[in-house]
């Protein structure tokens, strides 16, 4: 169904989107290390408090991906283009609810979840939090669209307005840091403004009349229930998913923030850094989605398959390049930073183990994408929330508290994490013939 040059349209354009939100990530973190190790702390706390907002909302435009693929490689366009209406509607509704919680509980909300932390930390994160909370509609939007056009295929336009987001942010940071010496509010203001302008752009190129996937009119975001139903059947399962990721992901970043602003600002650099080497594998599986989605709407799951084994190939072999490249030039891009002496001997420590552990990363993270594509999303969810907790976090929680391991200690919690996750989902992959299901 897909040629070679089918793929690489599909795939270059998410991986140069992926490696420049990455990129803009890293450059945040390190415009505000210019302000100081509690400013970088401040918005690493924050941070993963955003990306569990942001990660839901975009599990959300996952589904409506799925369904409008599954329609597509079904041949019926007009069920996509009604599943692309009822999926901006519910994001755009979801996504101002959790914005005026973040707004009304801001101090209160981060003081739950992350304990006491130092003053300057916290007033840091506070203001962060209170700016940046503002973008998660805009960001809904822009995901939400950006996943309708990667069904269809087109993730060039999502490249193009992520390029243009990201610009913004990047010369806002700069000029808001260093020219206007705004601090950590330099940071949250071009980050606001970015994704305003990006879903502004999004709205109005998925209304163009060439989009086999379009929204025509506004009446075309009226709750239509059948389609909702589609769109959570699997939006759910994998928000709640991505949530409790995300949420056991803060319970470490607490566990973390226990160790001192060493740990905090070493585990955020790491963190940052190795961010790169799952570029390849977010690609691929955000490319999958619409592959994998139009073979099961057509019925070929043998094609499914075939093409999950060969980009999962490709993302080995992309990685045997950047782990390698990562352990090389660890201390180098430690030093971009400017952290302690001994942050930085903790974050390229972190950075070393971590790569090596990506020998199993992709059979975790990348063929979970082609589960959700057949509708088996509520197994992945199951695996996915009892190894985070039983794994990830319990041996966290083990090896920092009672072997008192450090920080480390997360790292090797992970990894355990991984190993289930992998050896699970490799085995519900070899069964996928008899479990893939199409959309009604």
């Given at each position: 169904m897909f040629t070679r040059k089918d793929l690489m349209k599909l795939l270059a354009p998410l991986i140069v989107e992926q490696i420049l939100a990455v990129l803009v990530g890293m450059v945040d973190v390190m415009m505000v290390a210019a302000v100081g190790e509690a400013a970088v702390s401040g918005v690493s706390l924050v941070d993963s408090i955003s990306v569990l907002i942001i990660q839901i909302l975009a599990a959300l435009a996952t589904g409506g991906a799925v369904v409008s693929a599954q329609y597509l490689g079904k041949k019926q366009s007009e069920n996509a283009c009604r599943a692309?209406?009822?999926?901006?509607?519910?994001?755009?509704?979801?996504?101002?609810?959790?914005?005026?919680?973040?707004l009304i509980g801001?101090?209160?909300?981060?003081?739950?979840?992350?304990?006491?932390?130092?003053?300057?930390?916290?007033?840091?994160?506070?203001?962060?939090?209170?700016?940046?909370?503002?973008?998660?509609?805009?960001?809904?939007?822009?995901?939400?669209?950006?996943?309708?056009?990667?069904?269809?295929?087109?993730?060039?336009?999502?490249?193009?307005?992520?390029?243009?987001?990201?610009?913004?942010?990047?010369v806002g940071n700069a000029v808001c840091i260093f020219g206007l010496h705004m601090g950590v509010a330099g940071v949250a203001y071009p980050t606001l403004a970015g994704r305003m302008v990006a879903a502004v752009l999004m709205v109005y190129l998925i209304q163009k009349p060439d989009?086999?996937?379009?929204?025509?009119?506004?009446?075309?975001?009226?709750?239509?229930?059948?389609?909702?139903?589609?769109?959570?059947?699997?939006?759910?399962?994998?928000?709640?998913?991505?949530?409790?990721?995300?949420?056991?992901?803060?319970?470490?970043?607490?566990?973390?923030?226990?160790?001192?602003?060493?740990?905090?600002?070493?585990?955020a650099v790491a963190s940052n850094l190795v961010t790169l080497l799952y570029l390849p594998g977010n690609a691929i599986g955000l490319g999958l989605i619409t592959i994998v989605g139009q073979c099961v709407g057509a019925g070929e799951t043998v094609q499914a398959k075939q093409y999950t084994r060969q980009l999962t190939g490709i993302n080995y072999a992309i990685l045997i390049v950047l782990c390698t490249v990562m352990i090389v030039f660890g201390g180098p891009l430690v030093g971009i930073y400017r952290l302690s002496p001994e942050a930085s001997a903790i974050s390229r420590q972190m950075i070393t183990a971590h790569s090596i552990a990506m020998v199993v990363w992709p059979l975790a993270f990348t063929i979970p994408y082609t589960l959700r594509a057949s509708l088996d999303a509520k197994f992945t969810m199951a695996v996915s929330v009892f190894s985070m907790w039983v794994f990830r976090i319990a041996f966290a929680y083990l090896f920092v508290r009672i072997f008192h391991m450090g920080v480390m200690g997360v790292w090797y919690g992970m990894f355990i994490d991984w190993i289930f996750r992998a050896t699970v989902f490799s085995m519900r992959f070899h069964g996928l013939e008899k479990r893939a299901v199409s959309v009604s």
């Open positions: 692309a209406g009822q999926l901006v509607g519910v994001t755009t509704i979801l996504s101002l609810i959790v914005t005026m919680a973040a801001n101090r209160h909300l981060l003081g739950v979840v992350f304990g006491k932390v130092e003053t300057a930390v916290m007033n840091d994160a506070v203001i962060y939090f209170g700016i940046t909370a503002l973008s998660y509609p805009f960001i809904a939007v822009y995901n939400s669209c950006a996943a309708l056009f990667r069904s269809m295929g087109n993730s060039r336009i999502s490249m193009v307005i992520s390029i243009v987001m990201n610009t913004i942010n990047v989009n086999i996937i379009r929204i025509n009119r506004l009446s075309e975001l009226r709750p239509n229930f059948h389609m909702i139903r589609n769109i959570l059947s699997i939006g759910i399962p994998n928000g709640l998913e991505s949530g409790m990721f995300q949420f056991g992901k803060i319970a470490l970043q607490s566990l973390v923030s226990s160790l001192g602003t060493a740990a905090i600002a070493s585990y």
